[in-house]
């Protein structure tokens, strides 16, 4: 795959569309990425960055006040990467990871990084349904997890090696002595190995293991390099984004790999968020949309008025785009705070696109312009041509960020990938005349609720196991707060008395939380089309137009 030089007669420079080929590419500056063939893991990498960047920063825990000094991290993670050496861990193999936000996780991480191992991480609400399904993807020779995930794990089915974390034994892990001689990190790992597989559904189907490289990441933090700004004092992040989720990986390891504080506040909750914010001085605040949305609607008020805001500079907004109307009462209530929307996928490591600095901030509704390396395309659905800006379509894209593939899943992989690289992201876009990438609605069916995704496949094959349940299909639901929410349509069986309570009760059991039904309508048959796909637009439409209004 080559990209195209963006000097080239044929492209605009004000938006990177160029003309012949249909293709837009990125005004951010090119940043040199390692080749396939290097040996470097991303540990190393981030290490590197350190070491140029001199930094009073720590990795702090909101909810027990640990702190760890950027100055110990290279030693704790050298440490325990000896540990797991020792566990006879290798290059290749696969750890499971169950964990709220800590600041022992980047720790872990960057370990299991520089021996090769491949990072997999869940949700800790996870049922033992979906965890099994995850085991039987990743096959994990180890899990790494909390006290109360170890008897979940076990119902999955693990029978490999488990250590619990923040127990002694994983204290004891990160203290082993090593003079640095022991394990020869640097010559171990190649940037095309894998690195982490993360979960998503992609665009169809159930849970899908995507497979992220070392390069993938690398390129992800390479790229946004450009578009640091000089400080006196080292940022301070608060992360709410899970680090199991694509959103809260990636910046994590961002905070760490540019020296900034990082703040974790373990499972989130508003009130610590804000009284962490106060107490940490924090300067930046990554939030999913719907944190967005409390922070300005009116049932939060008194908590948010309480808060010391002066610390705060810019709030990050990702994993589903912001209505205008959020954003102006964003910035009527914070007038002094940048509001920072990106847009990316798991599939592409993280943002493809990003706003940057204090111009690109004041474009409404937009999620920036494409990051360095990265070109994309404007596709008509119907006709597969290439469109030039102001004109709608599906976005494509493509660059070093572009994930591996799903595990076990190559099939799917060649449905979102094409022999070129192009990655289709199922998403309707257009880009305007300055290049700034705007988000319309989605193709893909996936729902979107508080920034998680949820496939409305694995909701209908959980409904359609119910005995008393002939057809079902689950669909978005317009909701406030979380953005969109699972309802369903369900035709039950003559003579079933089984209401919406208990259908209800029968998903939550089987999903994890944001994944539960929030709304039943029952009705006599599902529209489908001539193939049998089922016509969501339709159950959508029904029930907006109130023929679901008995809810």
């Known amino acids: 795959m080559t990209i195209t030089n963006s000097n080239s007669p044929t492209i605009n420079p004000q938006n990177g569309f160029c003309s012949k080929t249909k293709i837009f590419h990125s005004l951010r500056p090119t940043s040199p990425i390692p080749p396939p063939s290097s040996l470097l893991s991303i540990t190393n990498y981030i290490f590197t960055l350190l070491q140029t960047t001199p930094t009073t920063a720590s990795l702090i825990d909101a909810t027990n006040r640990h702190i760890i000094p950027y100055s110990d991290?290279?030693?704790?993670?050298?440490?325990?990467?000896?540990?797991?050496?020792?566990?006879?861990?290798?290059?290749?193999?696969?750890?499971?990871?169950?964990?709220?936000?800590?600041?022992?996780?980047?720790?872990?991480?960057?370990?299991?990084?520089?021996?090769g191992v491949v990072v997999s991480p869940a949700n800790p609400a996870s049922s033992v349904r979906e965890i099994?399904?995850?085991?039987?993807?990743?096959?994990?020779?180890?899990?790494?997890?909390?006290?109360?995930?170890?008897?979940?794990?076990?119902?999955?089915?693990?029978?490999?090696?488990?250590?619990?974390?923040e127990s002694n034994e994983f204290e004891s892990m990160m203290r082993v002595e090593s003079?640095?001689?022991?394990?020869?990190?640097?010559?171990?790992?190649?940037?095309?190995?894998?690195?982490?597989?993360?979960?998503?559904?992609?665009?169809?189907?159930?849970?899908?293991?995507?497979?992220?490289?070392?390069?993938?990441?690398i390129s992800s933090l390479a790229g946004a390099i450009d578009g640091r700004q000089t400080r006196?004092?080292?940022?301070?992040?608060?992360?709410?984004?899970?680090?199991?989720?694509?959103?809260?990986?990636?910046?994590?390891?961002?905070a760490v790999a540019f020296g900034d504080s990082l703040v974790s506040i373990g499972r989130f909750d508003l009130r610590r968020m804000l009284t962490s914010i106060e107490e940490f001085r924090v300067t930046h605040l990554p939030l999913a949309p719907p944190v967005v949305v409390a922070l300005v609607n009116g049932g939060n008020e008194e908590l948010v008025n309480a808060t010391d805001w002066r610390s705060l500079e810019t709030v990050f907004s990702g994993g589903a785009p912001l209505k205008v109307a959020v954003i102006d009462k964003f910035k009527r209530r914070?007038?002094?705070?940048?509001?920072?929307?990106?847009?990316?996928?798991?599939?592409?490591?993280?943002?493809?696109?990003?706003?940057?600095?204090?111009?690109?901030?004041?474009?409404?509704?937009?999620?920036?312009?494409?990051?360095a390396n990265c070109e994309a395309k404007i596709v008509d659905p119907n006709t597969g041509a290439g469109l030039p800006p102001m004109n709608r379509g599906e976005l494509w894209v493509r660059g070093p960020f572009v994930m591996k593939g799903y595990v076990d899943d190559g099939e799917v992989k060649d449905t979102m990938v094409d022999?070129?690289?192009?990655?289709?992201?199922?998403?309707?876009?257009?880009?305007?005349?300055?290049?700034?990438?705007?988000?319309?609605?989605?193709?893909?069916?996936?729902?979107?609720?508080?920034?998680?995704?949820?496939?409305?496949?694995?909701?209908?094959?959980?409904?359609?196991?119910?005995?008393?349940i002939i057809e079902a299909a689950v669909i978005p639901y317009p909701d406030e707060s979380a953005g969109q929410a699972p309802m369903g349509f369900v035709v039950r069986r003559k003579e079933s008395s089984i209401n919406e309570t208990q259908v209800k009760d029968y998903v939550a059991k089987q999903v994890a939380p944001y994944k539960k039904l929030r709304r039943v309508c029952f009705i006599d048959s599902i529209p489908k089309t001539a193939s049998g796909k089922i016509l969501r637009k339709d159950l959508i439409n029904m029930a907006l137009s109130g023929i679901a209004s008995k809810l």
């Open 334 to 371: 914070f007038p002094n705070v940048s509001l920072v929307q990106a847009y990316g996928l798991t599939e592409t490591t993280a943002g493809v696109s990003r706003i940057s600095g204090s111009y690109e901030s004041t474009i409404v509704g937009t999620v920036g312009r494409l990051i």
């Open 179 to 217: 003079n640095g001689d022991e394990l020869k990190l640097s010559n171990k790992v190649s940037v095309s190995d894998t690195v982490a597989i993360l979960y998503s559904s992609g665009t169809t189907g159930n849970i899908k293991g995507v497979k992220l490289t070392h390069r993938n990441i």
């Open 132 to 165: 099994s399904r995850m085991i039987r993807l990743c096959k994990p020779v180890v899990a790494f997890v909390t006290k109360e995930a170890v008897n979940k794990l076990l119902e999955a089915g693990f029978s490999n090696r488990i250590v619990v974390i």
């Open 419 to 468: 022999s070129d690289g192009w990655l289709r992201t199922g998403d309707l876009c257009y880009f305007d005349n300055e290049g700034f990438l705007f988000i319309v609605d989605r193709l893909k069916e996936l729902i979107k609720y508080k920034g998680y995704q949820v496939p409305p496949a694995e909701l209908e094959h959980i409904l359609q196991s119910h005995p008393d």
């Open 73 to 115: 991290v290279p030693l704790i993670v050298r440490n325990l990467a000896v540990s797991l050496d020792q566990l006879s861990l290798s290059n290749g193999d696969c750890a499971f990871i169950i964990s709220p936000n800590s600041s022992y996780v980047p720790i872990l991480y960057l370990s299991l990084f520089s021996i």
């Open 232 to 254: 006196s004092s080292p940022a301070v992040y608060l992360c709410t984004g899970p680090y199991f989720h694509s959103y809260g990986f990636n910046l994590c390891l961002r």
